[in-house]
């Protein structure tokens, strides 16, 4: 009987449990089912680490097709020879012998040039600066007591003095003397303004369209190609007109308003416009007529 109690007592306790049991089971049962058509909790964030490692991956691909898509702002160069370019190969020409800068160091050589009067009133003393400047020499005869300093080599701040001076045919055509694209954003910018000085925007646009690229985060560069896209192309966008306005360049301004960049000159305020107002001046004749005119 005790047996039977014991028996009964455990058959009770195993019925009491059954639902719970069952229930249980159930559970586990629809557990294992789900585990069985889903992944393991380890390998599901494995997989979506290794999902964000790959589009990170493909970010960066994607950063680095961008830079190798956008050319160096800085290039490669032989210095001896574009400082050595010059428009007077001999005495004939109006040089004055490619050893004139034999022994002198660079950094009064450098130094010296900008520190040159843009204004000279003594012809005589004009005509000696200019040959200095246009002279074929021997770069190599400089004495580097400086570092050459990368876009105040000894032919951008030459080519800048010339436009200084107002010599703006003769910086054009020591720019012309490069066989290959400026390796630096300051000798390209005097470039620009050597050829709009001398009526040649067209050219100046389709330089500016070829190394736009390689300065596109540089101020001058956004509003030189805005500028074109108004005066050269019809192909003018919305953001090329909020360059110009917000520009803060009159000459600029009136383009993006429709206008004729016109210009009242006085020497005082022409002085007064930044480099490229008045190269896109000169450019579009705009000197001396007055008023603005209707531009397209």
């Not at 910086?171 to 050597?194: Q, V």
């Not at 953001?239 to 020497?267: C, M, N």
Request: glycine share 6%.
């Amino acid at each position: 009987m005790k047996k039977n109690y014991l028996t009964f007592a455990l058959l009770l306790s195993l019925a009491s449990t059954l639902p719970v049991y069952v229930y249980a089971q159930e559970e586990d049962h629809v557990e294992e089912q789900a585990e069985e058509s889903a992944p393991p909790e380890q390998e599901t964030t494995g997989q979506e680490e290794v999902a964000q490692e790959n589009i990170a991956t493909e970010v960066e691909k994607a950063e680095e097709r961008k830079e190798e898509k956008r050319p160096p702002s800085v290039l490669e160069v032989n210095y001896k020879n574009i400082e050595s370019a010059g428009l007077y190969a001999s005495a004939r020409d109006g040089g004055l012998g490619k050893d004139i800068w034999d022994n002198a160091h660079r950094s009064y050589l450098i130094g010296l040039i900008e520190r040159l009067p843009d204004s000279i009133s003594s012809r005589t003393l004009r005509r000696l600066i200019k040959r200095a400047l246009l002279t074929q020499t021997s770069a190599d005869l400089i004495q580097n007591d400086i570092e050459i300093q990368p876009g105040r080599d000894l032919l951008t701040v030459r080519m800048e003095k010339l436009i200084d001076m107002g010599l703006y045919a003769q910086a054009f055509d020591l720019y012309s003397l490069l066989n290959k694209e400026p390796y630096h954003e300051r000798l390209a910018r005097a470039g620009i303004l050597a050829m709009l000085y001398n009526g040649e925007k067209p050219l100046a646009c389709l330089e500016a369209n070829i190394l736009g690229t390689r300065f596109a985060e540089i101020e001058f560069w956004q509003q030189f190609k805005a500028y074109c896209a108004f005066t050269v192309s019809d192909n003018a966008t919305e953001e090329d007109k909020k360059i110009l306005q917000s520009s803060g360049k009159r000459v600029f301004q009136s383009i993006a308003a429709g206008g004729h960049p016109a210009f009242s000159y006085t020497p005082q305020a022409f002085s007064g416009l930044s480099y490229i107002e008045q190269a896109v001046l000169v450019a579009e004749k705009g000197i001396g007529t007055g008023g603005l005119g209707n531009y397209r």
